[in-house]
């Protein structure tokens, strides 16, 4: 016997709640989102003759494992809640629960406490048991309960070594693919798929050796690549410029550094949504 909240009584309890008090509801809808069959047309027919916030503009970061993609995303966080106080921030890990990334998780959780205390970010892991699809088949019911929330910007980090997380960049407004030095393999490593997806190629770590030269093999590769238009499946944000090359920049996500340029490429809302 399930005492389970349902999806509109859930809806509900969000659109009635305020502060962080709306954390929990939401990510109630997040969990019934990823666990419950159907549970997106169930959202959107609870949501109908609702007002409804925009959506927000969804940046996705992918890249290998160890690359410091959650590193850089609470870096990216924290600047932009210092840049743009009025921003609400939805944070959401795929969590490939991998023998890649072994106890990253509780890493992440740590790193990441910082920010759970903020009022004006949401933070979510979404785990897939090795069940990638199935995280893909629930974003876009993940988004519209980040859009619930009154996310202006929702950080999608994705470790990027398969078909299913490189689809999963395509739900996104805008990829960041993150590569570092020192995981071997580099430019290689983007054919399998990544190098079409990406709206920008970022290299964190650049406060190591190896970070210079292989910015300037991602440069080539980036300038040399054919430039395939992005699959979308939902519209541009107003505004967005795509550039016919994308920009590759280097960062460090540990020592801040780069971080303002990186934001300067982000095509953010001029006014918050709510
Ligand atoms: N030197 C240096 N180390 C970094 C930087 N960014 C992240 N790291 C380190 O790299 C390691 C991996 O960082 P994470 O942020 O967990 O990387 P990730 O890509 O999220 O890893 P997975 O989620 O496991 O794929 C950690 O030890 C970080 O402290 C950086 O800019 N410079
Ligand atoms: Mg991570």
Request: aromatic share 2%.
């Amino acid at each position: 016997m399930s005492m389970q909240p349902t999806i509109p009584e859930l809806v509900a309890k969000l659109a009635a709640s305020e502060g962080t008090a709306r954390l929990r509801p939401a990510g109630r809808l997040i969990t019934a989102m990823v666990e419950r069959p159907n549970a997106a047309a169930t959202l959107v027919e609870a949501l109908n003759g609702r007002d409804l916030p925009r959506p927000p503009l969804v940046i996705g970061f992918t890249g290998a494992p160890g690359a410091g993609k959650s590193t850089l995303v609470d870096a990216v966080t924290a600047r932009l809640l210092e840049r743009r106080p009025d921003l609400r921030i939805a944070i959401l890990a795929v969590d490939p629960t991998s023998p890649f990334t072994g106890g990253a998780v509780l890493g992440d959780r740590v790193r990441m406490m910082r920010l759970a205390l903020e009022e004006r970010v949401f933070i979510r892991s979404l785990a897939t048991r090795g069940q990638l699809g199935g995280v893909c088949e629930a974003l876009p019911g993940v988004l519209a309960v980040a859009t619930l929330w009154g996310a202006d910007v929702a950080l999608v980090e994705t470790v990027g070594v398969g078909q299913s997380e490189i689809d999963i960049a395509r739900h996104a407004d805008m990829s960041c693919i993150v590569m570092a030095p020192g995981l071997g393999d580099g430019v290689q490593w983007l054919k399998a798929g990544l190098m079409e997806v990406g709206d920008a190629f970022l290299v964190n770590k650049c406060d190591r050796d190896g970070a210079t030269t292989l910015h300037s093999q991602l440069l080539s590769a980036v300038e040399s690549r054919q430039h395939a238009p992005r699959r979308r499946l939902r519209p541009a944000p107003v505004g967005m410029v795509l550039p016919q090359v994308p920009p590759v920049l280097s960062v460090s996500a540990e020592l801040g550094q780069g971080l303002d340029d990186l934001l300067d490429i982000l095509p953010l809302p001029a006014a918050a949504h709510h």
